[in-house]
């Protein structure tokens, strides 16, 4: 059974500050994994979305990298912005059962002003 | 594209009430949909997984006849809370997902319901 877990639960830097938020899965036969931002009291954006033939994906200032073979994604912020201040979560599948995602507790991110 | 649409976004109702939320997709048809629940400061654990025409499979703990889901249509999946308590408060969130092949073999999720039972 995929389990998802994030490192570190909460973080909170200066604005400017380049920051990887860190993501490890147990069952490295996944098909694609995905991170997700969340504000608070609000529903799921998702970020980026890795599949497994790729080892990044760029959006703006957000680079995501998955590594299967060690069983780590990672989101990188560049320059962070106090609008960046949320849960990000990672999911990846749980293969026994198709697309059934597997979400990670989240980290929960501030960027000071 | 790939929009999905939760109603009502919240909800407060009386203790042994039930409460209904609705989860369409509006510019595509999913064949699956799933439903998820997030308590305060936790992240989102899997309800249940709804195939359109079919019975919902649920998860390990969750009661099926406590949430009656039903998704009688390719675009709408319904999530029924019955004789709602106050443990149940909670987020709510559904996410459908195309047939496969037609995107990707992503989910697509929906805002969001609080649901307050007083």
């Known amino acids: 059974k995929q389990e998802v877990t994030q490192i570190p639960a909460a973080l909170s830097v200066p604005e400017g500050e380049n920051l990887v938020l860190n993501c490890s899965f147990t069952?490295?036969?996944?098909?694609?994994l995905q991170w997700f931002r969340q504000d608070p009291g609000k529903g799921l954006t998702s970020l980026l979305l890795?599949?497994?033939?790729?080892r990044e994906q760029t959006s703006g200032r957000l680079n995501a990298s998955l590594d299967k073979s060690s069983g780590r994604s990672t989101l990188y912020i560049a320059a962070s912005q106090p609008g960046d201040s949320a849960t990000y979560l990672c999911?990846?599948?749980?293969?026994?059962?198709?697309?059934?995602?597997?979400f990670g507790a989240g980290t929960i991110l501030r960027v000071k002003s | 594209g790939a929009v999905v649409s939760q109603h009502p976004s919240w909800v407060i109702c009386k203790s042994g009430t039930s409460v209904k939320i609705e989860c369409r997709s509006l510019?595509?048809?999913?064949?699956?949909m799933f439903w998820y629940r997030q308590f305060p400061k936790q992240s989102l654990m899997l309800m249940a997984t709804s195939n359109e025409g079919s019975k919902a499979t649920y998860e390990q703990g969750v009661e099926k006849d406590k949430f009656l889901i039903n998704h009688a249509s390719l675009t709408l999946s319904t999530l029924t809370v019955t004789s709602a308590h106050p443990e149940d408060s909670s987020f709510y969130i559904c996410?459908?997902?195309?047939?496969?092949?037609?995107?990707?073999?992503?989910?697509?999720f929906g805002p969001g319901t609080r649901l307050t039972v007083l």
């Open positions: 890795i599949q497994s033939s790729q």
């Open positions: 510019d595509f048809q999913a064949t699956t």
């Open positions: 996410s459908a997902s195309p047939p496969a092949g037609a995107f990707t073999d992503t989910q697509y």
């Open positions: 999911a990846a599948p749980d293969m026994e059962y198709g697309n059934k995602l597997v």
């Open positions: 069952d490295s036969a996944i098909y694609n």
